[in-house]
């Protein structure tokens, strides 16, 4: 044991850590027990591309028929209660610890291949009144760990759209057409794209076309939750 992990033991013993759903005693965790057994786990069976429940852990028919720019995703959790106190608590209150535990979870997981990490960026009326960008708190401790190349400033979202949650299903991916540009020269690279939540896959959509573009080989998104449809 390091010295550092020995002295962050002492210190979580003398001063125990709150759970940040419930607020109960967590030791040195981030949850209590309680309440990380609650965080609602995908099905096995999903589907490679899109990360979304699917018959025999194959292909689904959706991205069979139309398949999307991205070539895979990982996902950790369903979107739903309580991690979606987690994800708002991280993105409207500045719980950034809570980047960290969702990049150790996801750590603790398969790994996405990739030549390079790219976090999914904000718009920057949406980076200025938040403040910081989830997807970069996320992917700094990912991109460490991996030991691949993080890439904060060669892309950005040149469109300041509408909400995604705020709109129907159908038109999420009209609303983010055209909304990204990239700074780079890819050439048949493999990115890894970064972000928190994915919802219809739309805006992770055009920004993976816009990085083929570019001149991307595979890109594969890296993501903490995956909402499921109704």
Known sequence: MSISTAVRRVIHALLPQECLLCGADAGDAQLCAACAGE??????????VCALPAPGGGPCGQCLKSAPAFDATLALWRY??????????????HHLSIAGFFAEAMLAGPHPAGE??????????????RGFNQAVEIARPLARTVGMPLVLDACRRVLDTAPQASLPWKERRKNVRHAFECGI???????????????????LEEFARTLKRHGAAKVRNWVVARALRD
């Open 39 to 48: 965080l609602p786990v995908l099905p096995e069976a999903r589907c490679p």
């Open 80 to 93: 739903d209660f309580p991690l979606d106190k987690l994800v708002q608590a991280l993105k409207y209150r």
């Open 116 to 129: 390079l990490m790219i976090p999914l960026p904000l718009s920057p009326r949406r980076l200025k009144e």
């Open 185 to 203: 020269d890819l050439d048949g690279r493999s990115v890894v794209v970064v972000d928190d939540v994915m919802t219809t896959g739309a805006t």
